[in-house]
């Protein structure tokens, strides 16, 4: 399994962006993959998850802001964040678990200035 990651960048308060990650592998389908992320000093942590089905989980400080997509024809899943908050700021990466596995794609930045 092999995931590539992109679409970080800075970004003012307020602003938005939009993470790609697109999955090559010898998996069948998107079945569950999402994206964590991991601030300075801070441990990895789950920020959205999407599964082939369309069910979804955010963590509680993203609900509202974010949304997670998959385009399972694509085996490709999208992140689109919303009124981004100095706090969103980390290294953010792809992640997709199959056969007990856990893959990570190289992590984007994503930085929240003025």
């Known amino acids: 399994v092999q995931l590539q990651a992109s679409g970080g960048g800075l970004v003012q308060p307020g602003g938005s962006l939009r993470l790609s990650c697109a999955a090559s592998?010898?998996?069948?389908?998107?079945?569950?993959m999402g994206w964590f992320r991991q601030a300075p000093g801070e441990q990895r942590e789950l920020v959205a998850r999407?599964?082939?089905?369309?069910?979804?989980n955010y963590a509680d400080s993203v609900k509202g802001r974010c949304t997670i997509s998959a385009d399972n024809a694509k085996n490709t899943v999208y992140l689109q964040m919303n009124s981004l908050k100095p706090e969103d700021t980390a290294v953010y990466y792809c992640?997709?678990?199959?056969?007990?596995?856990?893959?990570w794609g190289k992590g984007t930045q994503v930085t929240v200035s003025s």
């Open positions: 992640w997709k678990p199959y056969s007990g596995m856990h893959y």
């Open positions: 592998g010898s998996f069948r389908s998107i079945d569950s």
């Open positions: 999407v599964t082939s089905t369309g069910s979804t």
